[in-house]
């Protein structure tokens, strides 16, 4: 099997676990794989009733929240018991992998953090050469194959939005000309989008409903936001499925980048807090993903060529 390749920073993660301030455990059903459900009907001793106990089997089965929202196996100091009474190999798909994502690109696999963990939007938004990516031996997790390969459209995006001898307003141009992008979407116009998603978080959905598009950033702003918008290229433009597909995800990223700015110079969030909100909203729903993709399609020419 290939080799995984990945940003430099995805390798240095490792989970804040009872340090979390945003834990993935409290607020999310996580479902369980078919594997790990068979190793937990099977599990001997206390800790194998306790889980079975925590699973809610009614729907797809998933762990059944606390009233407070965390995952019943949440001990009193944040830890998770599966790992520390029998080890992470008993961990279902989606907590095993958490915040990783996957991507196939041009017929090898790429791998990446999602943002909606604070540690790893912490790493995304520190790490300035998010071009260069590292082979990291057998992969454990296959995407489908994809017949497109987005990798010379992103080095060509990448080399305009790295191209730090210009100001970040005209890398953004350049890479508007290049990619023949329609004019940015701005954030006031996209209220009623916005308005139309489902949110974990009902506050969420104000500020984002109270955001307007700021000017273009300089100065550590303008780093940080050259990252994250880096960031959202490599997650939802890679894997397209055409130029098209790419070009609404550029476009896309553009969009949120603009809502990350906005979210901390209009409302006082901390670079990593908005990234983690804007993930966790919009990047873990496929719905939100595919409506905002489908308003960036808006403008497009329907065969999109550079
Ligand atoms: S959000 Fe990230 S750092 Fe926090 S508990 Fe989950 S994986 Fe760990």
């Known amino acids: 099997m290939a080799a995984l390749y990945a940003p430099r920073y995805y390798a240095a993660f490792q989970c804040k676990a009872d340090r979390c301030s945003h834990s993935c455990c409290v607020g999310w059903e996580i479902d369980i794989d078919e594997e790990a459900l068979a190793l937990y009907r099977s599990l001997p001793g206390a800790i194998g009733k306790e889980i079975r106990e925590a699973i809610d089997e009614t729907d797809a089965p998933h762990f059944r929240l606390g009233a407070d929202e965390r995952c019943p196996l949440l ?7 599966i790992i520390s009474t029998v080890g992470e190999g008993y961990l279902c798909d989606i907590c095993r992998e ?6 196939t690109v041009g017929g090898r696999l790429e791998g990446g953090l999602g943002a909606s963990c604070e540690e790893a939007a912490r790493l995304i938004l520190e790490e300035g050469d998010y071009a260069t990516l590292l082979p990291l031996g057998t992969p454990d997790s296959v995407c489908a194959p994809c017949g497109f390969d987005a990798t010379p459209l992103r080095t060509r995006l990448f080399t305009c939005l790295s191209d730090q001898a210009q100001p970040l307003e005209w890398r953004l141009a350049a890479i508007e000309q290049a990619l023949s992008l329609p004019a940015p979407l701005t954030v006031e116009a996209c209220r009623p989008l916005f308005a ?25 702003q303008d780093a940080l936001y050259e990252r994250f918008f880096a960031y959202l290229v490599y997650r939802h433009a ?29 409302h006082g969030l901390l670079p990593v807090e908005a990234a983690v909100m804007i993930s966790e909203e ?3 729903s496929e719905e939100n993903t595919q409506a905002l993709l489908l308003a960036c399609a808006q403008g497009m020419p329907p065969l999109h060529r550079m």
Do not use: V, W
């Open 75 to 81: 001990d009193g100091r944040g830890l998770c018991r």
């Open 98 to 103: 958490h915040p990783r994502f996957y991507n």
């Open 196 to 220: 139309g998603l489902e949110y974990l978080d009902e506050r969420h959905k104000a500020l984002f409903l109270s955001c307007t598009t700021p000017p273009i950033p300089q100065g550590e």
């Open 238 to 266: 890679s894997g397209a499925e055409d130029e098209r597909g790419f070009c609404c995800a550029a476009r896309m990223a553009r969009l949120l980048s603009d809502l990350f700015l906005a979210l901390q110079g209009q």
């Open 282 to 284: 919009i990047e873990y």
